[in-house]
């Protein structure tokens, strides 16, 4: 364990579900006469791996994973992936079904609003409760507990019965108390929500200090993808209870929000393509090609060329585009509108739009393509849109010079023209 908070080997977990889940009695009775004879469920869709075996589901599969000292690991997933139940594992409130978990240190965690807080006992009370099950003494406690209450916010209710506090106030109480109690290990899932904004920044500020200056380990599961970036240096993703991804937090931002590598230059944006569906009935955006290249793939600072096919079902005026740009990690960058305006007759119509890309640096970046109209009082109408329009990777370029290698996640996704200095 030198060198190591957490090692977990070979991790599952599985539950026994409460009901078959049968719609009707006919699907039960199929579905309890498959389970006697040990077959797979009858009215699963085809295709799809199988998490529920009989009336069990396994939640985490075979979860290999390793954390140092003083690390700060983001763990993401869709809704059911198993990262309330990883962490779960790891505070020791249920145990793995298979493998094995090794800690070394103490383990506070929050991993619900108000989850080790007795209602009957005050704020107060539930800090030394809190601060004696970590195995700390009255006077370790003693010595942090004004630093808790203060962080809270809730000092004129300290003394109140916490099942007369409201959500926030549990929050605040509840993390200030995870976070100032002496432990080599902090666990969050997901509570931020709750709080207001000042005190989610604050709470972030805290747990950047707790891994980076105070050196303990830091494992934060979120759903907002700009704090994963803000607060982690390595991030986990979880899917269907595996383990799919283990690095870098912008490419495992990438993996989770599906944005996918190894795209062709040239879109047919057919009604399989269109998750949203298409706009209205009076024009259409069909495809896009890139002109002069066969690959997606730019260098900072380049001007890129589109041709876009449309259609237009009758005789549209004011017709223009756009292009909303976004980061991997699903932050909104900036938008592009055309310099002109065009009629377009009945039929099939094409446009060649130019984008300069002075400014984005390197990464990986979506952009949605929008057709709309604006009346004389600058009401939007929208046409058609296609969302993502295009996925490009940007590389860097040798001709543009940032002195050291651009940080996303401090500095944001846009180089702006660099500030003139004198002494």
Request: with cysteine.
């Amino acid at each position: 364990m030198a060198g190591y908070a957490l090692r977990i080997r070979g991790v599952k977990k599985q539950y026994r579900l409460g009901e078959i889940g049968g719609k009707t009695l006919r699907e039960e009775l199929q579905r309890w006469w498959a389970m006697r004879q040990g077959r797979e469920d009858p009215l699963s869709k085809i295709g799809e791996r199988q998490r529920i075996v009989g009336d069990k589901i396994l939640a985490l599969d075979g979860v290999d994973l390793d954390v140092r000292e003083g690390e700060a690991l983001g763990i993401i997933g869709k809704n059911g992936a198993g990262k309330s139940t990883l962490l779960k594992l790891l505070c020791q409130i249920t145990a793995p079904t298979e493998g094995e978990i090794f800690y070394k240190g103490r383990i506070a965690s929050m991993l619900e609003v108000g989850i080790g807080f007795h209602g009957e006992m005050t704020g107060r009370e539930n800090i030394y409760l809190n601060g004696a099950i970590l195995g700390m003494t009255k006077a370790e406690i003693d010595e942090k507990l004004q630093d808790i209450i203060e962080f809270s916010e809730v000092e004129e209710f300290i003394d109140t019965p916490v099942k007369r506090y409201s959500s926030g106030m549990y929050v605040k109480l509840a993390f200030s108390v995870a976070a100032h109690l002496d432990s080599e290990i902090l666990i969050m899932d997901e509570v931020l929500a709750v709080g207001d904004q000042d005190f989610q920044r604050k709470c972030l500020k805290k747990m950047k200090e707790a891994a980076q200056v105070e050196g303990r380990t830091v494992l934060y599961v979120s759903h907002n993808m700009e704090t994963i970036r803000r607060l982690c240096n390595r991030c986990i993703v979880l899917d269907e209870g595996r383990l799919i991804f283990d690095g870098d937090v912008d490419q495992a931002i990438s993996v989770y929000t599906g944005i996918q590598e190894g795209l062709k230059g040239s879109f047919r944006y057919t009604e399989e393509f269109r998750p949203y569906g298409r706009f209205s009935h009076l024009f259409s955006i069909e495809t896009l090609d890139l002109v002069g290249r066969e690959r997606p793939e730019f260098s900072e600072g380049e001007t890129v060329r589109f041709r876009i096919g449309c259609r237009a079902m009758t005789h549209l005026k004011t017709v223009r585009m756009r292009l909303e740009f976004w980061y991997q990690d699903g932050t909104k960058v900036g938008s592009m509108l055309s310099n002109a305006i065009f009629d377009v007759s009945l039929g099939d119509c094409v446009f060649f739009l130019e984008a300069d890309l002075m400014g984005l640096t390197a990464g990986q970046y979506s952009a949605d393509l929008v057709a709309y109209m604006a009346d004389e009082h600058a009401l939007e109408t929208i046409l058609d849109g296609v969302y993502p329009g295009i996925v490009f990777d940007l590389i860097e370029s040798p001709d543009i010079d940032h002195h050291v290698k651009w940080s996303h996640q401090y500095w944001g996704h846009i180089h702006l023209r660099d500030m003139r200095i004198e002494r």
